[in-house]
């Protein structure tokens, strides 16, 4: 009987899903404000959101602009949910010209430059960055080079 046991919970053992960890999202922001500090950019506000968008981490340069907080935060929240970056959405929302197909009317999404999911080699979404402090372009850099940091952990 015990040899049955093991054989079942062996052959049907659950896959582990994998998941954002703290470490994870410290060495993000860690190498996102080493990159804001290097480039000489504004100083930037970071949030880092798991895929259940529950807030991992967030962390404010000093002299970082008090409104930029809460748009950090939805980059990040708005990253998490989906697998693009805010800068997608937005070009996917005004692909057709002047109609837009309203993403930006969905309550809590930002649709610019600065949120970028973190995905797994193996194409699992386990969360997303916000940045926003500097230029678009700067925060959605400064994003996906904290990502790019933590590769090796997104085995």
Known sequence: MLILFLV??????????????????????????????????????????????????????????LHSIKIAKLKGHTSAGLPRTTRDLGELNYKSGDRPLGIEEVPGFVIFPGGVPIITNDGYQIGGVGVSGATGDQDEECAKVGITAISSMLN
Not at 37 to 47: D, F, L, Q, T, Y
Not at 50 to 60: H, I, M, P, V
């Open 8 to 65: 079942f919970q062996t052959t049907f053992a659950a896959p582990v899903k994998p998941f954002l960890t703290l470490e994870m999202a410290k060495k993000i922001a860690d190498v996102c404000e080493k990159k804001a500090k290097s480039e000489g950019w504004r100083e930037v506000n970071i949030a880092i959101y798991d895929d259940g968008g529950n807030l991992k981490l967030f962390r404010r340069q000093d002299k970082a602009f």
